[in-house]
């Protein structure tokens, strides 16, 4: 979009009031607006701003919640969060119901073996997922547990991105692949 000299939009932008990211993340939604899909993001976008305004125009957004330096992410009590899960058993799950702006905001948590998952949306449940098993080597002895719902379309989301670009950046040929310094290989 055009700038002026302050760095503004020249012509009314249909999202100038929300905040960059959130800006951002309606504009990359926009052809799915009102159409009731979810939209799996990384710790980039999660902004409780940008989720709530995707859940205003009909999109279910989450995103992974990482500490931003010393920081959680705003309306992320991510220590306190930590802190309940510490003792509890591998694939434990527990969502934090919020109210921001009349609107339902979660915080969805599952213990794993040396972490807590986090992810925030406006929608979800924690219901184990019976076909997304995982497995952990906890001190010699292998111990599976069930993603639930939020955590299992997170981890299948994030490797659909990665694998169309890994073939995207993949060589074509033979030839690109192959690299010799052998003269007859050459000739």
Known sequence: HPKNDRGMPRFPYEFENNTKTSALMLEMTKLIHNIGKVVTMDSRFCVAPGILALHDVGVSGQALIKKRGRFWPKHVPGNQIDEY???????????????????????????????????????????????????????????????????????????????????????????????????????
């Open 85 to 187: 899960m510490k003792d509890k058993p591998l694939g434990y799950a527990a969502t934090l119901k919020q109210c921001i702006d009349g609107k339902g905001f979660l915080v969805h948590c599952q213990k794993d073996d040396c972490y807590v998952t986090k992810i925030m949306s406006t929608h979800g449940l924690i219901q184990p997922i019976d076909n997304h098993n995982t497995y952990r080597n906890i001190n010699g002895t292998w111990e599976s547990f069930k993603y639930v719902e939020p955590m299992s379309r997170h981890n299948h989301s994030k490797h659909w991105v990665d694998d169309v670009n890994n073939r995207r950046h993949d060589p074509i040929g033979l030839e690109e692949v192959w690299a010799t310094k052998w003269w007859p290989t050459r000739q």
